[in-house]
């Protein structure tokens, strides 16, 4: 239209944009990082920005290809830097909107216990399973992002596939059913009730606390009931429990005064806390007070 000076939308970030929260997706399942997948579509944005649109046939599969391989660079480099992390390393918690979990195969691959499995597996072993069985790529477009052929990805899906299911909770829990025991047990923390929360935590629970040697936390892995409510029953009578979705399941974003200090999330098995994951390192906590996008 005349007197328009609107510029033509530039096809390399149209590209980028529409598949941006996927490569986010495929870059935190492999990291278990928000910061360093954001830090990676960073590294796949300059290089997809000099790239000949031309000579690419498939955005898409360009796209997973140079996020796999920038992940895959990063995820060796953690490796490193997890061998001297002060206590037990978890994941960085998400905020996830309620979509992700109706999706239920992407909110188990995003959970916090399904993340803590794939942290078992080598870099490689790890970005076949993740792009495979999430995101059911075929094995010539993985091959060509973890540089290797066809038939030997084929062999590390199946060796990652049996050490994944050796390792994974034998059942996934309904978000009804985690709702229900982290209700009960907000109610007991909250009130102080000492019985109510030996109730809701199976006999040989296991609390994961990670603080990053930057907060307080137990730099070991607290196991059983009455060792696990011993440690809750340290949180601040100022502290309030917030039910949300993360990591596509009920957690509880804990605040004391106002700021978020600890995100818990759970893992349920017949209908009783069976694992507990309390994240209080400052710097994991930067993508709790917004929803993450995640697709796949």
Same mark, same amino acid.
């Given at each position: *239209? #005349?007197?328009?000076?609107?510029?033509?939308?530039?096809?390399? +970030? =149209?590209?980028? $944009?529409?598949?941006?929260?996927?490569? @986010?997706?495929?870059?935190?399942?492999?990291?278990?990082?928000?910061a360093d997948a954001e830090d990676v579509l960073q590294e796949v944005w300059l290089r997809w920005a000099g790239v000949d649109l031309e000579a690419v046939r498939e955005p898409r599969a360009y796209?997973?290809?140079?996020?796999?391989?920038?992940?895959?660079t990063r995820l060796r480099t953690l490796g490193r830097r997890k061998e001297s992390y002060v206590g037990p390393w978890l994941p960085e918690p998400l905020l996830t909107a309620p979509d992700?979990?109706?999706?239920?195969?992407?909110?188990?691959?995003?959970? *916090? #216990?399904?993340?803590?499995?794939?942290?078992?597996?080598?870099? +490689? =072993?790890?970005? $076949?399973?993740?792009?495979?069985?999430? @995101?059911a790529l075929d094995y010539d477009e993985i091959a060509e992002a973890v540089d290797k052929t066809p038939a030997a990805t084929r062999q590390i899906a199946h060796r990652a596939r049996a050490h994944i299911a050796a390792r994974r909770p034998r059942e996934v829990p309904s978000a009804a059913e985690?709702?229900?025991?982290?209700?009960?047990?907000?109610?007991?923390?909250?009130?102080?009730?000492?019985q109510s929360l030996l109730d809701v935590l199976a006999p040989d629970v296991v609390l994961l606390s990670d603080g990053g040697g930057l907060v307080a936390a137990a730099t070991e892995p607290v196991v059983g009931a009455g060792s696990v409510a011993g440690v809750l029953g340290k949180i601040p009578a100022a502290a309030v429990l917030?039910?949300?979705?993360?990591?596509?399941?009920?957690?509880?974003?804990?605040?004391?005064?106002?700021?978020?200090?600890?995100?818990?999330?759970?893992?349920?098995?017949?209908?009783?806390?069976?694992?507990?994951?309390a994240v209080r390192n400052p710097e994991k906590?930067?993508?709790?007070?917004?929803?993450?996008?995640?697709?796949r």
């Open positions: *239209m #005349a007197g328009t000076s609107q510029s033509a939308p530039d096809p390399a +970030t =149209e590209a980028f $944009v529409a598949h941006r929260n996927l490569l @986010f997706t495929i870059a935190y399942e492999m990291l278990g990082s928000a796209l997973i290809r140079i996020t796999t391989r920038q992940a895959l992700v979990a109706e999706d239920v195969e992407l909110a188990d691959s995003v959970s *916090m #216990a399904m993340l803590l499995v794939l942290e078992t597996l080598a870099p +490689t =072993e790890r970005a $076949v399973f993740v792009l495979r069985e999430v @995101f985690t709702r229900s025991a982290l209700e009960a047990f907000r109610r007991a923390v909250e009130t102080g009730d000492l917030q039910p949300v979705q993360a990591n596509g399941y009920p957690a509880l974003l804990v605040r004391v005064y106002g700021e978020v200090t600890t995100v818990m999330a759970v893992r349920v098995a017949d209908g009783r806390i069976a694992g507990l994951y906590l930067s993508h709790v007070e917004r929803e993450t996008t995640l697709r």
